[in-house]
């Protein structure tokens, strides 16, 4: 084959091969290097055999087949594989040249990688690629962020691969400077946990709670699916709930109740510790996933923990209908979290986020894309600077609207013993978000008595802090104050 490659990739595990076999659909010639050759060997005469891809065994064969600037996307596990591979890079690459990252990579080392990559007169590319392997091949939503001057050597063919909105619009476009794109990444996959959660939370009261079969679930989540709810988590859940196997039993019956996770929702818990944003919903997802998989220590307290006996007596079309809006109005707390998390790390690491471009970015090719976040692009486009989904008109009335059933759904769960962590935390962060005064004031009383780390009063500024010697022993030495 002649000529250079318009950009290279290295990692051919199954993400890697879809994306390369979906850049050269597009047209691209695309050159690939893999650690283990044989991989290199067994994907150019298998599924690459006949199309526009060259297939390198070394660093240096890769960087002699690519075109200035070269361009090579990095897809191995995160964490030391990737900075191995960059470190490879650097030594075949020039400058100007562009690395990328395109791994579920934490953002504070793709951060690191960035200041190093641009230290040696290079570009870096940190992206959240996501989709899965389906979207890897036929169209993900991509997410980057680094150097701005990499953006539009690497925009043709990002912008080509990626999925499209109904109207055409790529899932693609510049989030911001060095970390801001795994950082939205990584925020995308905590929603994600929520979504999946909450979606959990709703079946279990279905199947335990309203006694519903599988095929009486499967025909809800069509119906929601065909409605404002309307989303591929909502989808394949529909599509599970209607799956049996060839001796036609339900497949989800089969299935252990244990969850597994890869990180990315417990870096979205901690990155909202450290900025001190309320992730109340997410938070909740990951620790229920952690509380699966203690699976043996719940089924011992099982038989000695007791609870609430006995079924659900009401309408049971009703309350399905109440877990629909339930399930909506916690999915808009969901996502009101994860874009406040997003604006305090804007403002922390001076990214210019496009949050109405975000959206757009996330509707279509990753797993949370839904017709939901074209009513959050819209809120953003009209209102750059919202503080919060809550606060726009659409959403304030969808809330306002689902308020009532979503009460419900809660009490009746406490009523029945079923636990619903997200569900319920979302509408708990509802009503502290819209309640003007919370009982902090005792809680900063308490500090102030025990390690006199002072307050500040409703009658004086803000910003001017104050102490009591409550005791009569403590005297007028004070602690720091904190803001987080």
């Known amino acids: ?125 940190g992206t959240g690629v996501s989709g899965g392997e389906e979207g890897a091949l036929l169209g993900p939503a991509i997410m980057p962020g680094g150097s701005p001057a990499a953006w539009p050597h690497v925009k043709p063919i990002f912008q080509a691969i990626c999925a499209k909105t109904a109207e055409g619009d790529p899932c693609c476009d510049w989030v911001g400077e060095n970390g ?46 065909d409605a404002e709810l309307n989303s591929y988590l909502i989808e394949i859940s529909r599509d ?26 417990k870096w979205t818990v901690l990155a909202a510790l450290d900025a001190g944003q309320p992730l109340t919903l997410i938070s909740e997802a990951v620790f229920a996933r952690c509380l699966s998989a203690i699976k ?11 609870g609430p006996k006995g079924a659900y007596r009401g309408d049971k079309a009703k309350m399905v209908n109440d877990l629909r809006k339930a399930l909506y109005a916690a999915k808009i707390v969901s996502y009101a979290q994860g874009y406040q998390l997003m604006r305090a790390a804007a403002k922390e690491y001076k990214w210019n986020l496009n949050y109405g471009g975000i959206a757009l970015i996330w509707r279509g090719g990753c797993i949370i894309r839904s017709a939901f976040l074209g009513k959050i692009k819209a ?44 569900i319920s935390s979302a509408l708990a962060y509802y009503d502290g978000y819209r309640c003007a005064r919370l009982p902090a004031n005792l809680l900063q009383a308490q500090r102030d008595y025990f390690g006199a780390h002072t307050y500040e ?22 602690a720091s104050t904190y803001t987080r």
């Open 1 to 125: 084959m002649s000529g250079k490659a318009d950009i290279g990739l290295v990692g051919l595990a199954v993400m890697g091969e879809n994306l390369v076999l979906n850049m050269e659909s597009k047209g691209f010639t695309v050159a690939c290097y893999n650690r283990t050759t044989s991989k290199v060997d067994e994907f150019v005469n298998g599924r690459a055999k006949g199309k526009k891809i060259i297939g390198c065994h070394s660093p240096e064969e890769l960087a002699a087949n690519l075109a200035k600037p070269r361009k090579a996307m990095i897809m191995v596990q995160a964490g030391g594989a990737v900075d191995a591979v960059i470190e490879q890079l650097l030594g075949v690459f020039e400058p100007g040249d562009i690395i990328i990252d395109g791994g579920n990579s934490h953002f504070p080392d793709t951060m690191r990688r960035a200041q190093l990559v641009e230290g040696k007169g290079l570009l870096y590319i």
């Open 457 to 478: 009063r409703v009658d004086q500024p803000r910003g001017q802090f104050f102490h009591t010697n409550w005791t009569g022993r403590g005297g007028t030495t004070t």
């Open 240 to 265: 599970i709930l209607g799956y049996k196997d060839e001796q036609g039993n339900a497949v989800v019956d089969l299935i252990l109740d244990t969850a597994g996770q890869k990180g990315t929702g």
């Open 180 to 225: 801001a794109g795994h950082f939205v990444k990584m925020v995308h996959n905590g929603i994600e946990y929520g979504d999946m959660q909450m979606i959990c939370e709703t079946y279990q009261m279905m199947k335990y709670g309203l006694g519903m079969s599988n095929e009486e679930m499967h025909k809800v989540f069509t119906e929601w699916n």
């Open 379 to 422: 809120a953003f486009v009209k209102n750059p600077g919202l503080n919060n989904l809550l606060l726009d008109p659409f959403f304030k009335k969808a809330t306002g609207q689902a308020q009532t059933s979503w009460r419900r759904v809660v009490a009746t769960a406490v009523r029945l013993g079923i636990p619903m962590p997200s």
């Open 296 to 306: 043996d220590e719940r089924v011992a307290a099982s038989t000695v923990l007791k």
